[in-house]
């Protein structure tokens, strides 16, 4: 069975900034959940959650080891800190952003000590 949360609920994020490029690393505070993770948020997913804040390249890295996905994504902060008028346009809000996802995971139900559901 499968139940939707929010991404900070299964997930942490660091970001950072260099000029109009983000960079957003989502890491799994489980690895059980790393492979829904991998599943539902691609860069398909991203572009069209945030169609008018994304304009450029999205790249996706894979740190299974780590549990972790890293999002390089080009053209996503209005210019940059020193172009865009917006008061908040450093790469770390898209931490946030992305935190406030909702992602589907699979429910863990409690089983008796011979492996039969509760």
């Given at each position: 069975m499968t139940r939707r949360v929010f991404l900070r609920e299964v997930a942490h994020a660091r970001a950072g900034?260099?000029?109009?490029r983000s960079?957003?690393?989502?890491?799994?505070?489980e690895q059980r959940h790393y492979g829904a993770l991998k599943a539902q948020l691609t860069p398909?997913?991203?572009?069209?959650?945030?169609?008018?804040l994304l304009r450029g390249r999205i790249q996706r890295f894979e740190l299974e080891q780590l549990g972790a996905l890293n999002f390089v994504m080009?053209?996503?902060?209005?210019?940059?800190?020193?172009?865009s008028l917006n008061l908040d346009s450093h790469?770390?809000?898209?931490?946030?952003?992305?935190?406030?996802l909702e992602v589907e995971i699979e429910d863990q139900v409690p089983t008796t000590a011979s492996g039969q559901r509760r």
């Open positions: 900034d260099k000029g109009n960079n957003v690393a989502v890491y799994a505070y398909e997913r991203l572009r069209g959650e945030f169609p008018q080009d053209e996503a902060l209005e210019g940059g800190v020193n172009e790469g770390k809000s898209w931490s946030f952003l992305l935190l406030g």
